[in-house]
T-cell receptor, first 114, second 113 residues
Framework: DVKVTQSSRYLVKRTGEKVFLECVQDMDHENMFWYRQDPGLGLRLIYFSYDVKMKEKGDIPEGYSVSREKKERFSLILESASTNQTSMYLC?????????????FGPGTRLTVT | GEDVEQSLFLSVREGDSSVINCTYTDSSSTYLYWYKQEPGAGLQLLTYIFSNMDMKQDQRLTVLLNKKDKHLSLRIADTQTGDSAIYFCAESLPGGGADGLTFGKGTHLIIQP
């Protein structure tokens, strides 16, 4: 079974802090994604990566950056956390093999910025 | 542009069938997905259907796809309390999934005893 893990389930940070959210997948997937989930807004794509050291902006990249130094690991960075970044953050991965684009999700990190 | 629409809430009685509906706008969708999110958890893939199919059944789950109307539905037979969750419809477009799926806002399924 595909396993996607996220470094923390819950995180509380102060405004202005630099925050790192880590995601690791164990299925050798090429694609990795970061979403945020907010009530009434569903999932919104922040950044994605289709290869090591490659990154692409999603729908809402402002205030975030990412790093993909190794295939299995995709990090989301909040350079200077703000209260409007309080949210649930979901990481996902998928394979580039033909037959389906289904994404496999981690359990999520609930981030609170005070 | 692509957009996926779902109702925000659905309430059903335990034992009844639940039907969760979804509409999408991009006719070039290749795969359509249903994900389930239980409280405090990530999204779990429930089932998916390829765009050249019109029906897929898997135990209590039936997916119906009407390409002409761009309408997707998920039917859960004999709804149980464990089915209480948020259900997300999602589509992928030609070119593969490297640039992500487009998700609906999710339907909260509420089970009444």
């Amino acid at each position: 079974d595909v396993k996607v893990t996220q470094s923390s389930r819950y995180l509380v940070k102060r405004t202005g802090e630099k925050v790192f959210l880590e995601c690791v997948q164990d299925m050798d997937h090429e694609n990795m994604f970061w979403y945020r989930q907010d009530p009434g807004l569903g999932l919104r794509l922040i950044y994605f990566s289709y290869d090591v050291k490659m990154k692409e902006k999603g729908d809402i990249p402002e205030g975030y950056s990412v790093s993909r130094e190794k295939k299995e690991r995709f990090s989301l960075i909040l350079e200077s956390a703000s209260t409007n970044q309080t949210s649930m953050y979901l990481c996902a991965s998928s394979s580039q093999e033909a037959g389906g684009d289904e994404q496999y999700f981690g359990p999520g990190t609930r981030l609170t910025v005070t | 542009g692509e957009d996926v629409e779902q109702s925000l809430f659905l309430s059903v009685r335990e034992g009844d069938s639940s039907v969760i509906n979804c509409t999408y706008t991009d006719s070039s969708s290749t795969y359509l997905y249903w994900y389930k999110q239980e409280p405090g958890a990530g999204l779990q893939l429930l089932t998916y259907i390829f765009s050249n199919m019109d029906m897929k059944q898997d135990q209590r789950l039936t997916v119906l796809l009407n390409k002409k109307d761009k309408h997707l539905s998920l039917r859960i037979a004999d709804t149980q309390t464990g089915d209480s969750a948020i259900y997300f419809c999602a589509e992928s477009l030609p070119g593969g999934g490297a640039d992500g799926l487009t998700f609906g806002k999710g339907t909260h399924l509420i089970i009444q005893p």
